[in-house]
Nanobody, 124 residues
Framework: QLQLVESGGGLVQRGGSLRLSCAASGVSLGYYAIGWFRQAPGKEREGVSCISSTGGTTVYADSVKGRFTISRDNAKNTVYLQMNSLKPEDTAIYYC?????????????????WGQGTQVTVSS
């Protein structure tokens, strides 16, 4: 059974950076496409970025394009989300999710396994 654990969240000022990690246990992450999602209070969960199982394909939401970078190290069973130039509107709980297969998209309903989330707060 695949288990995902996010880490790296925290409080940062506008313009700052954070790197989130999504560590997998139970099975090799190399068989899964991974997505990062976020959910702000009172809002629906939205897709932020996703990466194919090999890392060759990445997709970003327009709201984070040019600021966030997704990457993966299958040898370490970990996927990362580097977040730069953070804005207050990036404040949310960030989740990683896994989809069996080569590539996924930014719709939460595509994904089968979810982590518990990590809080990101950007102050103005």
């Amino acid at each position: 059974q695949l288990q995902l654990v996010e880490s790296g969240g925290g409080l940062v000022q506008r313009g700052g950076s954070l790197r989130l990690s999504c560590a997998a246990s139970g099975v090799s992450l190399g068989y899964y496409a991974i997505g990062w999602f976020r959910q702000a209070p009172g809002k629906e969960r939205e897709g932020v970025s996703c990466i194919s199982s090999t890392g060759g394909t990445t997709v970003y939401a327009d709201s984070v394009k040019g600021r966030f970078t997704i990457s993966r190290d299958n040898a370490k069973n970990t996927v990362y989300l580097q977040m730069n130039s953070l804005k207050p509107e990036d404040t949310a709980i960030y989740y990683c999710a896994a989809l069996w297969g080569i590539v996924g998209g930014l719709r939460p309903d595509e994904y089968d396994y979810w982590g518990q989330g990590t809080q990101v707060t950007v102050s103005s």
